[in-house]
């Protein structure tokens, strides 16, 4: 997927729903519940039960939805992820191979960074989008806000400490989108398989954003 699309979805749908999935059947389930509460971003992230299975599954099976990756480590995991069919993918951290080989394969890749110069050296080496991870560590939206004035030509995607409650604040400090976790699947909602519950939390994040 070229990067102006992968750009304009964010800038349209606003939020990424960050499913580590203990197991498939539960990582399907959570997926199928964001879906359905509007998310159309899904990011199923290495570490989870057969993730590359899960992708390919998710890929037929929400084909409104775009599916991608994160928590990738390395080159070789980034191309099972591709092979999988991951439509975007995330790392933690600045891997110039890494960025090399996502953008031979046409795939946006969005490394994790957290100072100026990390954000910097991951843009000019190709990123389709910089996360910004840990944001709440060090200051939230505020610190988004702070970066706008000499960063603001580069899309920024806050992770870590985005909440249902926060989410729009991140989006006003000038994030192009916003990637959330634990926050749209509580532990207790999750073990208690509480689908809908986990649905109307989504649609009510879809509400507050648009």
């Keep these: 997927m070229p990067n102006q699309i992968w750009l304009s979805q964010l800038q349209k749908h606003r939020a990424i729903a960050v499913i580590r999935a203990p197991k498939i ?4 389930q959570m997926a199928m519940a964001v879906a359905s509460g509007g998310m159309q971003l899904i ?3 290495w570490n989870s039960s057969q993730a590359g299975e899960l992708i390919t599954q998710l890929r037929a099976e929400l084909p409104a939805c775009t599916i991608g990756t994160g928590t990738l480590f390395n080159v070789q995991q980034l191309e099972e992820a591709i092979a999988s069919g991951a439509q975007f993918l995330f790392t933690p951290h ?7 080989a996502a953008q031979e394969e ?7 960074a957290m100072t100026p110069t990390e954000i910097v050296t991951a843009w000019s080496q190709g990123a389709s989008c910089v996360k910004v ?17 000499p960063l603001g030509q580069i899309p920024l ?8 409650e926060n989410a729009k604040e991140f ?7 916003v990637g959330l976790s634990g926050e749209l699947f509580p532990k207790k909602l999750v073990t208690e398989g ?7 939390g989504a649609r009510k994040l879809i509400e507050q954003l648009s």
């Design 94 to 100: 600045v891997d110039p191979a890494m960025i090399q």
């Design 25 to 28: 059947e539960v990582g399907q």
């Design 171 to 177: 989006l006003q400090a000038g994030a192009i989108a």
């Design 106 to 112: 046409d795939v946006p890749i969005i490394p994790g």
């Design 157 to 164: 995607i806050p992770t870590g400490g985005v909440t249902l």
């Design 43 to 45: 990011e199923i992230t």
């Design 194 to 200: 509480n689908w809908e519950a986990i649905a109307s």
């Design 133 to 149: 991870f840990p944001v709440q560590a060090v200051g939230g939206a505020d610190y988004i806000k702070s970066l706008q004035g």
